[in-house]
């Protein structure tokens, strides 16, 4: 039974606080996954601590694991209407509709990853990719070319990444990590096999494991150290990953920026690599 269909089993049976909030959750399913649980104690008038117990009462062990339940029951849920071809884009859809769709999508996919990953966790992050002795990328298909983008960012910063596009390779280069190292890795559905193993590997060597993977309970989350969150509609009908790769990049974007703010010669660095690459450049 789905977590949706579990509250609203449940609902009339409950004290009327956690019947405020299960109804709240019945009726906004898509806004209670952009909401802290500070956001929807507020929305229900109810206490933060009133929302932990309803997420704990329902067997999770927190409001973080019932936001995964409620993620991954409304994907159950979802079925592909006949004739789409990509997210809410249909075959007979205009060209002018296509994009207002497609720009659509993808904004709301890269808010919504943005409000999923709460600050704490992201400072998190910041923390263990300034301290790290080296940075390993994970990542195979388009994650793999995020985690490229990723590093060659990382790099301009003067920081010690790692990174091939070959699973073997990344594999090889892990089981060298240690206790002052860091793996990112990325994967949307957190089952890619190669990526589970790499973190794995990683984790028993030692290394922090920085996870960007989607809001459903999958084994790369459970893998990681320290988890972030990326909000797609990839379980829906796709020709391509495109609004997961948006959504990685918004947030590695973000961890960029940040971590530019926290370095003081940063822009010394930038400006060198920048100037570097000039002399390749036709006048």
Same mark, same amino acid.
């Given at each position: 039974m789905s977590v949706l269909k579990k509250i609203n089993a449940q609902l009339e049976a409950m004290a009327p606080a956690d019947r405020q909030i299960g109804q709240f959750i019945l009726d906004n399913p898509d806004q209670m996954l952009r909401l802290s649980s500070a956001a929807l104690a507020a929305e229900t008038g109810r206490s933060q601590s009133s929302v932990v117990k309803f997420s704990q009462k329902l067997g999770f062990a927190g409001y973080q694991e019932l936001k995964l339940a409620v993620s991954e029951a409304k994907a159950q849920e979802w079925h592909a209407p006949p004739g789409m071809i990509h997210g809410t884009i249909e075959v007979g859809d205009s060209y002018l +509709?296509? @994009?207002?769709?497609?720009?659509? *999508? &993808?904004?709301? /996919?890269?808010?919504? +990853?943005?409000?999923?990953?709460?600050?704490?966790?992201?400072?998190?992050?910041?923390?263990? $990719? #300034?301290?790290?002795?080296? !940075?390993?990328?994970?990542?195979?298909?388009? /994650?793999?070319?995020?985690?490229?983008?990723? *590093?060659? &960012? @990382?790099? &301009?910063?003067?920081?010690?990444?790692?990174?091939? /596009? #070959?699973?073997?390779?990344?594999?090889a280069n892990v089981s060298t990590l240690g206790k002052d190292d860091v793996l990112?890795?990325?994967?949307? /559905?957190?089952?890619?096999?190669? %990526?589970?193993? !790499?973190?794995? $590997?990683?984790?028993?060597?030692?290394?922090?494991? !920085?996870?960007? +993977?989607? @809001? =459903?309970? =999958?084994? @790369?989350?459970?893998?990681?150290? !320290?988890?972030?969150?990326?909000?797609?509609?990839?379980?829906?009908?796709? *020709?391509? *990953?495109? %609004?997961?790769r948006d959504a990685q990049l918004m947030l590695t974007d973000l961890l960029f920026i940040l971590l530019v703010q926290r370095q003081p010669d940063a822009n010394e660095y930038v400006h060198n690599s920048e100037l570097a690459v000039s002399v390749l450049k036709a006048r």
């Open positions: +509709t296509i @994009l207002q769709k497609l720009i659509g *999508s &993808k904004m709301q /996919s890269m808010q919504q +990853t943005l409000a999923v990953n709460n600050e704490p966790e992201i400072e998190r992050a910041l923390t263990a $990719l #300034d301290d790290a002795r080296r !940075i390993h990328m994970a990542g195979v298909g388009a /994650s793999s070319l995020v985690a490229r983008d990723f *590093s060659y &960012k @990382l790099m &301009k910063l003067g920081r010690n990444v790692l990174h091939d /596009s #070959d699973s073997h390779v990344q594999m990112f890795a990325l994967s949307y /559905s957190g089952t890619s096999i190669e %990526t589970l193993r !790499i973190a794995e $590997l990683a984790k028993e060597r030692g290394a922090t494991v !920085i996870a960007v +993977t989607g @809001l =459903n309970g =999958n084994p @790369l989350m459970q893998a990681a150290n !320290i988890r972030l969150y990326t909000v797609a509609d990839e379980e829906r009908v796709r *020709s391509s *990953s495109i %609004t997961v």
